[in-house]
Nanobody
Framework: QLRLVETGGGLVQPGGSLRLSCAAAGITFDYYAIGWFRQAPGKEREGIICISPRDDITYNADSVKGRFTISRDNAKNTVYLQMNSLKPEDTAVYYC???????????????????????WGQGTQVTVSS
């Protein structure tokens, strides 16, 4: 049974950093694109960044360019979201999601829309506040 588990959230001061992890079980991990999304209170879910099975990165939110990055370690079935220079407006529940593209491990793209992802984690809270 597929599971995605996000960890690493917490409270951080503005300007600080956090690294979120998305650990997967029950899938052939290197066949999947992984996306990170976030949802702030009263706002719609927002796609922020994703990584293809071939490690191609797509930024889906201009607000995180230059501050966030994504990486994957297939040996550990884990994707990381490194968040630097955090701002209060980054406060949200962060979710990872998995999509298996038709090309499997050879795919070089990842979906921007959450509706294209098949599996979701439970989310981890990130709060940026002084």
């Amino acid at each position: 049974q597929l599971r995605l588990v996000e960890t690493g959230g917490g409270l951080v001061q503005p300007g600080g950093s956090l690294r979120l992890s998305c650990a997967a079980a029950g899938i052939t991990f290197d066949y999947y694109a992984i996306g990170w999304f976030r949802q702030a209170p009263g706002k719609e879910r927002e796609g922020i960044i994703c990584i293809s099975p071939r490690d191609d990165i797509t930024y889906n939110a201009d607000s995180v360019k230059g501050r966030f990055t994504i990486s994957r370690d297939n040996a550990k079935n884990t994707v990381y979201l490194q968040m630097n220079s955090l701002k209060p407006e980054d406060t949200a529940v962060y979710y990872c999601a998995a999509d298996r593209p038709i090309l499997g491990p050879y795919a070089r793209t990842c979906p921007a829309s959450g509706s294209e992802y098949d599996y979701w984690g439970q989310g981890t809270q990130v709060t940026v506040s002084s």
